[in-house]
């Protein structure tokens, strides 16, 4: 068992760490690194985070939109370097726990921007597991993008049609590549999953791109073929 004194040691810290990237509320430093890592604080903001991740084994008590600011500042973090590729399991679960907490009703927040949070965090949860396939090659990773691309496409696709069409092609990509990866006996079920977001981010996007409707039904063509030599007799 890890020692006492070890584990009030590491509360204090990540205490003085949430203190520090949530000191001056709209100019928090995790706000001011939001979008993109800023060039005066992005490197103390980058260690903070970081750290943070490393020591912490749950956010599921935190307060929401401390999650989200955390795990969009991690997102530039490994888009940029590998300081959190060790943590990647830990960042994929604090993105799941902040999109069960959108779950339930969130005092100050409305509908829409509840289900836009949720969006958020499976969005980053999909790039995470994504991540991880790449470093690990084991396809739990995979299956886990599609999951989280299509869920967030799923609950997105009367507010958000970019958005949804987006996160459809996304776990289309990871069916696709799922398709490939499996033995003859789960190709069907795979092609299916691939034909089926394919379709379905050709359909929610429509007119708004006709350019990603045709390459998105394009894609569902593919898949579709592959069904049929799959089952033909």
Request: include cysteine.
């Given at each position: 068992?890890?020692?006492?004194?070890?584990?009030?040691?590491?509360?204090?810290?990540?205490?003085?760490?949430?203190?520090?990237?949530?000191?001056?509320?709209?100019?928090?430093?995790?706000?001011s690194n939001y979008d993109r890592l800023d060039p005066k604080t992005g490197e103390?903001?980058?260690?903070?985070?970081?750290?943070?991740?490393?020591?912490?084994?749950?956010?599921?008590?935190?307060?929401?939109?401390f999650i989200k600011n955390l795990t969009k500042v991690a997102s530039h973090i490994i888009s940029k370097?590998?300081?959190?590729?060790?943590?990647?399991?830990?960042?994929?679960?604090?993105?799941m726990e902040g999109h069960t907490i959108t779950q339930k009703q969130i005092e100050g927040l409305d509908e829409?921007?509840?289900?836009?949070?949720?969006?958020?965090?499976?969005?980053?949860?999909a790039t995470v597991a994504r991540k991880n396939y790449?470093?690990?090659?084991?396809?739990?990773?995979?299956?886990r993008a599609f999951e989280?691309?299509?869920?967030?496409?799923?609950?997105?696709?009367?507010?958000?049609?970019a958005h949804a069409a987006y996160s459809f092609g996304l776990a289309d990509n990871a069916a696709e590549e799922m398709f490939c990866q499996v033995v003859d006996s789960k190709k069907i079920a795979w092609a299916e999953k691939w034909f089926g977001?394919?379709?379905?981010?050709?359909?929610?996007?429509?007119?708004?791109?006709?350019?990603?409707?045709?390459?998105?039904?394009?894609?569902?063509?593919?898949?579709?073929y592959n069904l049929y030599r799959l089952t033909k007799k």
């Open positions: 068992m890890p020692r006492l004194d070890h584990i009030v040691n590491r509360e204090e810290r990540l205490l003085e760490l949430w203190m520090e990237l949530e000191e001056g509320s709209q100019n928090s430093l995790l706000n103390r903001c980058i260690a903070h985070v970081v750290e943070y991740i490393q020591l912490a084994d749950t956010v599921i008590n935190q307060d929401v939109i370097s590998e300081l959190l590729d060790r943590y990647l399991d830990s960042l994929y679960k604090f993105n829409q921007r509840r289900i836009n949070m949720s969006a958020h965090f499976l969005s980053h949860a790449v470093k690990t090659n084991d396809t739990i990773w995979l299956k989280c691309n299509k869920e967030s496409g799923e609950i997105t696709e009367k507010t958000d049609r977001a394919a379709k379905k981010s050709g359909d929610v996007i429509g007119e708004l791109d006709l350019i990603h409707a045709f390459h998105s039904y394009s894609k569902a063509g593919e898949a579709a």
